[in-house]
């Protein structure tokens, strides 16, 4: 092939590109869209269960109460599994916790202070969490406030994740083959036209010049090309045509020279004749000669 590149390849690999990037970008999108929606979830439990902490703690009106607060707390998150909550003071002593909370607390109340109830994700001990703090106050004093995170097990939607990235690859995968396999045929199909044309051209002979490519039934995209063969076809076949008139010409021209001096020379050879006559047959055969000569 000469290191070119058929159209039919050319057109095929250009499909397939095409449509994994259409199907990449479509499951990409759907990827972030279902992600958005677990955070919305989440945000919803956490957001919910952070007002019930508010309302709980703002139910306090002495240190005496924090048992009865814990105890409440406590029965809020009864089969709420994976959701964790811890309560501290600002300086760092915990008030309430879930059992086996992992919760990093500088980041826990560096995000109070910056963010409150902005989510947040850590890893800790293998399990990733989604979580908000908060500063709430107290019912005990304006000044009582209390540090309080809410923080969610996502490990689930990272596994649905996993899955759904894993699928959407295989998907691609199996389209982009699907894809290649339809762009060709496709493509081998839309050039018909095209081999259409190289047959009927192939018909074309030095006999043959006055065969035409019927425009009328090539694409579009092809008349113009179809056009431009027949205007060739057409003045090669004038060239071809005063060419060979020229050659019945030059022929036609160069016979009669030719004839005379057959003639002359079989009748000066018919019979012996003087030195004279020889001569004067010799002199008529240059004049001949040299009529050729301009002729040539």
Partial sequence: MNGRTSITRRLTLLFVIASSAVLLALGLVIASSVEKHFEE??????TGKMALARHTLEQMESQDD????????????????????????????????????HFPLDLVAANAARKPLRP???TLKGQTYRGI??????????????????AIDIAHHQAFMR???????????????????????????GLAPLRAMR???????????????????????????????????ARLEEAFLRLSDFSSDIAHEL????????????????????????????????????????MI
Avoid at 163 to 187: I, Y
Avoid at 199 to 222: D, F, I, K, M, Y
Avoid at 263 to 289: G, K, P
């Fill in 133 to 150: 703090a908060a500063e709430l106050p107290t019912g005990i004093s304006e000044r009582s406030r209390v540090i309080v995170a809410v």
């Fill in 120 to 122: 947040v994700t850590w």
């Fill in 41 to 46: 979830q989440d945000m919803e439990v956490l």
């Fill in 199 to 233: 047959e009927q051209t192939q018909g074309v002979t030095a006999q043959q010049l006055s065969l035409r490519l019927p425009v009328e039934s090539v694409p579009v995209e092809l008349a113009e090309l179809a056009q431009s063969l027949n205007e060739m076809l």
């Fill in 255 to 294: 016979r009669t020279p030719v004839s005379n001096l057959m003639t002359e020379t079989q009748v000066a050879l018919s019979r012996a004749r003087s030195a004279d006559e020889y001569r004067s047959i010799l002199e008529s055969n240059a004049e001949e000669y040299e009529h050729m000569a301009r």
């Fill in 66 to 101: 924090l048992t009865h607060v814990t105890h409440l707390l406590d029965n809020s998150l009864v089969g709420h599994h994976g959701l964790e909550v811890i309560v501290y003071s600002l300086n760092r002593e915990v008030m309430f916790t879930t059992p086996n909370a």
């Fill in 163 to 189: 899955s759904f990235l894993q699928t959407l690859w295989l998907f691609v995968a199996g389209a982009a083959a699907l894809s290649g396999v339809l762009g060709w045929a496709v493509a081998r199909h």
